[in-house]
């Protein structure tokens, strides 16, 4: 394997200058450019990733902290991120944090390190003080950390107030909204807010089922599905997330409920398993590639210096289906 002391070699330049050429960093003749450059292309030289790094004081890594790679929204959200910051020429580092107590921790150790250039943080960890000291680019999605922090997210607020509003045009006067735990860090949970909020104006009363905190199985969703409709058989209308709305409905398949006649559906997220089943389930839309275009373009500003906004918003969309 040629070396980078082989190049300079051949095209009779110090190594130093093969250095400036591979890294596209400071003044190199034209004609010792070229020689540079004919030299890689007949040894074939491949460049040390590591010895660019330290060279320019970067990695070209980002890491992405997410509660759980396999749920539907952050897995779609990974992918639609690892293409946007492709073509920034970064590469991604995805952590995890479902069942993993250190796994935030060691990413954010990993940038004060500088063994990656930023990070956006997803998950739905309850230590926002592990942020506090940390003095690097960031940003938080769907999460308030504090107030230095960028964050970006959805407009929640106008999406529950959709949602609501759909609902009563539908003719449901019975709903229930299934939650998480209410936590002020969660930007997400507003949608909720505004659900209940935009019932209420209507003089209508919504029923409040609260989840266990940071659960993402769907064995979980199925039993919250059954608990739902043996606790409250009056409902008419249910909303929640994209995975606890499927369990939902497939519960009221099985008691042989009419849908959206007996019982109606709409789900918050709108990823692809709303339109999987036998059902296109009517849907609340997290633009995801709007949000992970975004994502990107602001974590690299962050990189290079520059001033991002501190609150960006993001419209949803309302896409009808079959269940309301």
């Known amino acids: 394997m040629a070396s980078i002391r ?52 970067s990695t070209n890594i980002i890491g992405i902290i997410v509660p759980d790679v396999a749920h539907p929204f952050f897995g779609a959200f990974i992918s639609a991120l690892e293409i946007a ?11 995890s944090t479902v069942e993993r107590k250190n796994a935030e921790h060691e990413i954010v150790d990993m940038l004060q390190r500088q063994m990656i250039d930023g990070i956006i943080m997803g998950c739905h960890s309850l230590e926002v003080e592990l ?21 970006i997210h959805s407009d929640h607020k106008q999406g529950g107030k959709l949602a609501a509003q759909t609902l009563i045009k539908a003719g449901c006067r019975h709903p229930l909204q299934i939650t998480g735990i209410k936590n002020a860090s969660m930007s997400a949970y507003s949608h909720h807010v505004a659900f209940k909020e935009e019932l209420a104006k209507n003089g209508i009363d919504v029923i409040n089922y609260e989840m266990k905190w940071n659960q993402f199985s769907m064995k979980y969703f199925k039993q919250v599905a059954v608990d739902v409709f043996e606790k409250y058989p009056e409902i008419d209308g249910i909303y929640g997330s994209d995975m606890v709305v499927c369990a939902c409905l497939g519960e009221a398949h099985k008691r042989k409920l009419n849908i959206p006649e007996n019982i109606k559906f709409i789900a918050y997220d709108g990823t692809f398993i709303t339109e999987s089943g036998f059902y296109n389930i009517t849907s609340i839309v997290q633009q995801i590639d709007l949000l992970a275009a975004e994502t990107a373009k602001m974590i690299v500003s962050l990189i290079k210096g520059k001033k991002v906004v501190k609150d960006k918003i993001l419209p949803v969309v309302l ?6």
């Open 6 to 57: 082989d190049v300079a070699k051949l095209a009779q330049v110090a190594p130093s200058t093969v250095s400036l050429v591979i890294n596209n960093k400071g003044y190199v003749s034209e004609n010792a450019r070229k020689k540079v450059l004919d030299a890689i292309e007949k040894l074939n030289y491949v460049p040390n990733e590591l010895a660019r790094n330290l060279f320019r004081n």
């Open 85 to 95: 910051l492709y073509k920034y020429n970064y590469k991604i580092m995805v952590c």
């Open 131 to 151: 942020y506090d000291n940390v003095n690097k680019p960031i940003v938080a999605f769907d999460r308030i950390i504090n107030n230095r922090i960028p964050l």
């Open 319 to 324: 896409r009808k289906g079959d269940t309301c």
